[in-house]
Nanobody
Framework: VQLVESGGGLVQAGASLRLSCAAS????????MGWFRQAPGKELDIVAT????????YYADSVKGRFTIFRDNRKNTVYLQMNSLKPEDTAVYYC???????????????WGQGTQVTISS
């Protein structure tokens, strides 16, 4: 499975961005999907996950109420809507696919190449 992220960029604090993760060569509909991020000099952190059906989601405390993960299995795409962005959200954001939402957080099966998100103050 090849995952390709898009939608990153440079915006001011308080703005919104929507990241997309599209899969090629295989349907994503049977995989749990998630977004991770890595800020400069910091570890890779989980941001959000969504079950294959879209019924169950998980968010890191730092993004709850501001970010929304959702998916469109017909388009083979997962999204991360990011609102009220803060400078501390600056990071490279990675899309990942996994067996289920729990396993995904520990051991994703597939990774995207990452997209840079930079929030200026």
């Amino acid at each position: 499975v090849q995952l390709v992220e898009s939608g990153g960029g440079l915006v001011q604090a308080g703005a919104s961005l929507r990241l997309s993760c599209a899969a090629s060569a295989r349907s994503l509909s049977t995989y749990a999907m998630g977004w991770f991020r890595q800020a400069p000099g910091k570890e890779l952190d989980i941001v959000a996950t969504i079950s294959w059906s879209g019924d169950n989601t998980y968010y890191a405390d730092s993004v709850k109420g501001r970010f929304t993960i959702f998916r469109d299995n017909r388009k083979n795409t997962v999204y991360l809507q990011m609102n009220s962005l803060k400078p501390e959200d600056t990071a490279v954001y990675y899309c990942a696919a996994g067996q289920n939402s729990v396993v995904l957080r520990a051991a994703p099966l597939y990774w995207g190449q990452g997209t840079q998100v930079t929030i200026s103050s």
